[in-house]
């Protein structure tokens, strides 16, 4: 088993590259079967769920040419063949086949998504708006099979702006006869890029990013390219990082605009920060305002920002508050700093934290990918050794992280035990 293991305390410097986003690039690789001709997918993050998402496209003949960090996907030959449980239960966003392989055969098999035991997740508002377009699902046990003689466009109202339900719908919509309406769509980042990578295979999309997406059907679409835009989540959880423990940590490769929400809640609690067209330089807070947050849909707080947050109010004078609104299982990770020194008291979805409380290093677990990543965080900033289990989970989503953290001075290593 491996493990990770930090030596805390230590002032950090120096520069973080952040690499593509995994929300992004987890839509974009089954995006790719949707064409015939060879597509071109750049700057895909080395992590767990692309290994995963590989074997997928494998297991159905695609042919994937890898050039440092560019995928060029050949789908000319794929056969549609049921996508086995081994690889579906790795990772959420296997669910994503689900809308490619429909849009492009008409017809799917497969089993429920794995991801992280973050709450219920279900996949309601996906099965519905292909039923919308006129598929039949049929669910049997864990196993999905999801059919249609004919996709047609239609008006798809989402009762939640879901990340995944338009993404999903939006791949199946684009090769459906006529018009689709998504209402209600999410707007995150990750659905621009997607969507923009549809269109240079020959999609036509209009309003992505908005809650209002228009996708006019075409017959086929062809070769394309995109580039994999970068990690705001990634980049979130090392500014925090140097919020914490910085000295000076320069955070490269980074779109503002899609961080302003959490940049917006660093300098009200008087995090210094020089923001740049690509790049963000971040000093650790000596000011240590107390702040309140809730998570929200782009463009408010991201959920997936809200653990290492978390952490972060630990480190700030008298009572922040946190409410986790899109997930009912997210605040499992408070255990593991309350034992090691933190003050947080959760109130269902609800979080009072009480700091500043120095932390000592401690045996944890992550129990989720950006929980993990918190775990890290925490082990850098306390007294001592932290040992950190079940670390694929931080794996699955945190590129280079070991030599992202040793370049900038971290005592953090994998050790097998
Ligand atoms: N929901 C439903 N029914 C559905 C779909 C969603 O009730 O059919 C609910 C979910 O249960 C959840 C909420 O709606 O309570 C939000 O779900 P959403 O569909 O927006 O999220 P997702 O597509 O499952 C993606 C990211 C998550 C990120 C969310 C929100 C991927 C693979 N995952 O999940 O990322 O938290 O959007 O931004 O893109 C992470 O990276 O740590 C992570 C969990």
């Given amino acids: 088993m491996q493990q990770?293991?930090?030596k805390g305390g230590k002032e950090l410097e120096g520069t973080i590259n952040i690499s593509g986003a995994k929300n992004s690039c987890v839509a974009l690789l089954p995006a790719a079967i949707l064409s015939s001709d060879k597509v071109t997918i750049d700057n895909i993050p080395e992590i767990s769920d692309v290994y995963y998402l590989e074997k997928i496209i494998n297991e159905l003949g695609g042919v994937i040419t890898k050039e440092e960090d560019s995928f060029k996907i050949d789908?000319?030959?794929i056969e549609n063949v049921a996508i086995s449980e081994?690889?579906?239960s790795k990772l959420r966003a296997s669910y994503y086949f689900m809308g490619a392989l429909l849009g492009r055969f008409h017809h799917v098999e497969m089993y429920f998504p794995g991801g992280c035991n973050i709450g219920l997740r279900p996949i309601n508002l996906h099965l519905e708006g292909f039923k919308k377009l006129g598929?039949?699902?049929i669910n049997k046990g864990n196993k999905y099979v999801i059919d249609a003689e004919r996709l047609v466009g239609t008006f798809i109202n989402l009762d939640f702006a879901s990340v995944?339900?338009?993404?999903n719908i939006l791949l199946a919509a684009v090769l459906a006869e006529g018009e689709t309406i998504i209402n209600n769509a999410a707007c995150e980042p990750e659905i621009v890029n997607v969507a923009s990578f549809l269109t240079s295979m020959g999609a036509k999309i209009y309003g992505a990013g908005t809650s209002r997406i228009k996708i006019k059907g075409v017959t086929k679409l062809h070769g394309g390219f995109t580039e994999v835009i970068p990690d705001r989540i990634e980049a979130g959880t090392y500014l925090i990082m140097g919020a914490l423990i910085g000295k000076k940590i320069t955070i490269n490769n980074v779109i503002p605009e899609h961080l302003e929400s959490l940049t917006?809640?660093?300098?009200?609690?008087?995090?210094k920060l020089e923001i740049y067209e690509?790049?963000?330089v971040v000093y650790k807070n000596e000011v240590k305002n107390p702040i309140s947050i809730r998570s929200q849909v782009f463009p408010g707080f991201p959920t997936d920002i809200g653990q290492p947050m978390g952490l972060y109010m630990t480190q700030l004078n008298g009572f922040s508050n946190y409410e986790e609104t899109i997930y009912e299982n997210r605040m499992q990770y408070t255990k593991y700093l309350n034992l090691m020194g933190a003050k947080m008291m959760v109130n269902g979805q609800k979080l009072s934290i009480i700091g500043p409380t120095p932390l000592k290093g401690a045996y944890v677990t992550a129990t989720d990918l950006r929980a993990g990543a918190t775990m890290v965080l925490a082990g850098l900033?306390?007294?001592g050794d932290t040992y950190i289990d079940e670390i694929n989970h931080i794996l699955r989503g945190y590129s280079g992280i070991i030599e992202k953290l040793s370049n900038v001075g971290a005592n953090i290593e994998i050790v097998e035990i």
């Fill in 86 to 88: 081994e690889y579906s």
């Fill in 164 to 167: 995944g339900a338009t993404i």
């Fill in 75 to 77: 789908c000319q030959n």
């Fill in 264 to 271: 917006s809640k660093l300098l009200e609690s008087g995090t």
């Fill in 381 to 383: 900033i306390a007294d």
């Fill in 4 to 6: 990770i293991h930090i």
């Fill in 278 to 280: 690509d790049k963000i």
């Fill in 135 to 137: 598929a039949k699902v």
